[in-house]
């Protein structure tokens, strides 16, 4: 059976971050168990066409690995998977992954401080500290439709695409109109006889004003790397105290951002009706808001019809509408998200006293700091409860959670001790606090997003990305018990 000292799950931007940054300190007793039989989290599974980045690329990055080839300010799925693996060889990391090995359960024993996980395969591995670097973006959410075995086309998911599926002069629908939505229905309505779009609300979207960068801008920012770093702090910038504010419920900076929103919509939309149906009705940030330069001309196209009544169910040849109308196509396609709640619902996770992390968190997933939950020593989340970001790139907050894993874990080498568990008490003020402040946001301003778990916010940062760092900066000892 083997045994580790750290078991990291996933091979994402998570799990390539926090195994860099365990060599840089000197741990080199750790592994990496990845499902699939490549690296690349969700740029390795998402490859529908137009898929790309909603963060422009010089901040979606590592701040310590700059890339100075990238092709667009928002980079397209294919070479952003290169970045990872690219930066994966620099730092020797192929030899500590594992492809094609899931871990289905992990149980803490307390008498040897330890973690014991089993593989899919039914085989089992030993460690001392568990990571969790799933990220939230992997198990895609279809809704349930009546009849939809039924349906003789070709239906699948946007997260799961179907390369074989011919889209040229073909009749189109697409269910959904949010993040991956928007990218890919421009590129179907190119090739389809006629596309569907099936909207349940309007979503605030900004002009991503994208472009290719230049051959001088590429040489420039390989060249002088200072200029890079100032070109990338003027993107965070922008979503800390631009973006945050309206989200905070702000009314000068959501008078500024609806403005900006509507005026791009009034610009590419002329269709009185056509612009009822795309103008939200709820307040800016409570969803994630969207950036496309090309989505709403795609709208005016004469073979492409936005449709807002609900679908009642499948038929043989398509979808019935609630209102009675029958449609007919050979491809439907899911872009309905992913399921991001609960969280590590994929692994059964056994803390002390046989208690699973399924029903400590039945009320909604919480952590300290996103990163421990009590009863589960030496288990460090990454990407955990309440760590996404509506403003900002995820990738400040995953360097943010890695320096604190491992500075913990360096740590308690240093003192000669097996485990760490965060204090109850200390978790709970933490999240109350947490809850309080994310009341107060735009998040809590409509009743169902991806970002709750029934009524409680569980995905959400409430600050900013600055507190974050600022708090995780350094471990504060007495929040947490060591054994």
């Known amino acids: 059976m083997q045994k580790h000292k750290i078991v990291i799950i996933g091979a994402g931007f998570a799990g390539i971050c926090i195994a860099i940054k365990l060599k840089t300190q000197g741990i080199d007793d750790f592994v990496i168990f990845e499902k699939a039989d490549r690296l690349g989290g969700t740029w390795r599974d998402n490859t529908y066409p137009g898929a790309e980045c909603d963060i422009p690329s010089a901040l979606y990055s590592f701040s310590f690995e700059h890339n100075a080839d990238w092709e667009y300010k928002w980079s397209g799925q294919e070479q952003i998977l290169k970045y990872q693996q690219d930066v994966a060889s620099k730092h020797q990391l192929q030899q500590f992954i594992q492809y094609q090995t899931e871990v289905c359960a992990a149980q803490y024993d307390q008498a040897e401080n330890a973690w014991r996980l089993t593989m899919r395969n039914g085989d089992q591995c030993w460690a001392q500290h568990l990571v969790t670097a799933v990220g939230q973006l992997h198990y895609p959410s279809t809704p349930k439709i009546a009849g939809a075995d039924n349906y003789q086309g070709a239906l699948f998911h946007s997260a799961q695409w179907d390369h074989q599926v011919e889209l040229q002069d073909k009749r189109v629908a697409v269910i959904g109109n949010a993040a991956s939505a928007v990218q890919l229905i421009p590129e179907i309505a190119k090739k389809a006889q006629h596309l569907s779009i099936f909207q349940r609300s309007a979503n605030w979207m900004i002009p991503k004003v994208d472009r290719p960068y ?66 939200p009705d709820y307040p800016i940030g409570a969803k994630r808001i969207l950036f496309s330069d090309n989505y709403y001309p795609t709208l005016n196209r004469d073979n492409v019809t936005l449709v807002t009544d609900n679908i009642e169910s499948f038929s043989n040849l398509g979808l019935v509408l609630a209102n009675g109308d029958s449609k007919e196509f050979d ?122 778990d029934g009524g409680k916010i569980t995905n959400n940062w409430a600050g900013s990305t600055l507190e974050y760092m600022r708090r995780t900066k350094n471990v504060d000892w007495a929040a947490y018990t060591l054994t």
């Open 214 to 279: 230049t051959r001088f801008e590429q040489w420039l920012s390989k060249k002088f790397p200072p200029i890079a770093k100032i070109y990338r702090f003027g993107i965070w910038m922008s979503g800390e105290y631009g973006v945050l504010p309206a989200i905070r419920g702000k009314r000068f900076s959501r008078w500024l951002l609806r403005g900006w929103s509507r005026r791009h919509l009034h610009r590419q939309i002329k269709d009185s009706l056509l612009l009822e149906k795309l103008t």
């Open 331 to 452: 491809v439907i396609i899911y872009a309905t998200g992913f399921k991001t709640n609960p969280f590590l619902s994929s692994i059964k996770i056994t803390g002390t006293d046989e208690q699973l992390l399924s029903d400590a968190w039945r009320d909604g997933a919480h952590a300290y700091l996103g990163i421990a939950t009590h009863g589960f020593p030496n288990l460090h989340m990454m990407y955990g409860p309440n760590t996404n970001l509506g403003h900002s790139s995820i990738i400040i907050m995953l360097e943010a959670q890695a320096n604190y894993i491992v500075q913990s874990i360096a740590e308690l080498d240093r003192q000669s001790h097996q485990s760490i568990e965060v204090n109850e008490a200390t978790e709970q003020q933490y999240n109350k606090e947490l809850q309080l402040r994310l009341q107060k946001m735009a998040f809590n301003e409509i009743a169902e997003s991806w970002y709750k």
